[in-house]
């Protein structure tokens, strides 16, 4: 288990990879149902919604985010950006504010993230 230092019993490791499992789903979920169906953003095309996903980087690892070789606006949405883009051939000069769909998430389940794994370790050492 990396980036841990102490040892987890087997029963605590597996209860904490599958609330960190559950907790990622649930998170992918809230992006893509609320966020990025009204909530933030409209959907238009779609391929921003469903390119929010989760991996396992380990079992106690989870990581949320946008392929941006899929999604190469994903950035753009989630922190803004000023500058020049080029559409059709032409450049134009934008100023798109930033619309958190990523981190506003996150922020917003911490408390319930944390409360969710404390108590799988607590059911754990029972």
Known sequence: MSGFSAPFSAAVAAALAQAIEAEAQETVRVIQDEKLSGQILQSVSGRLRAGVRYELAD???AVIGVDAGEVPYAAYQEYGFTGTETVR???R???YP???YLRSTLAERQDGIRERLQAAVREALK
């Open 59 to 61: 079992p106690l690892t």
């Open 89 to 91: 051939g032409h450049k």
């Open 93 to 95: 000069q934008v100023n």
């Open 98 to 100: 930033g619309r958190s």
